[in-house]
């Protein structure tokens, strides 16, 4: 009974220290895991903030290419009227210049 209870103790404490050896091991690997993931978190957050910026830039330069497409419109609509009004102030002018 005793060689028996020997066995017994030998073969719990082997299966102990086996228990301790894999509970270690999935700590370890738990700990890069979670090492891992914060990494990945971190890059995540680094892209979606660039994202945002890349967003508010493209936005910024889209009413800047705006305003200079109104303003550029706006030129060609004074200089049409002024290459429509060019007959009429040459009248004028040379009607001055008789006057004078």
């Known amino acids: 009974m005793e060689a028996l209870s020997k066995t017994t103790d030998e073969n719990t404490r082997k299966l102990l220290e086996r228990h301790e050896k894999i509970t270690s091991e ?3 690997e738990n700990e890069q895991l979670k090492t891992s993931y914060k990494g990945l978190e971190e890059r995540y957050n680094r892209l979606v903030q660039q994202q945002e910026r890349d967003k508010r830039e493209r936005e910024v330069l ?6 200079k497409d109104r303003a550029m419109e706006k030129d060609h609509l004074r200089i049409e009227k002024l290459q429509q009004n060019a007959p009429a ?3 004028l002018m040379e009607k001055m210049k008789e006057n004078i």
């Open 26 to 28: 999935i700590n370890s």
């Open 89 to 91: 102030n040459k009248d």
């Open 62 to 67: 889209a009413k800047e290419r705006l305003a």
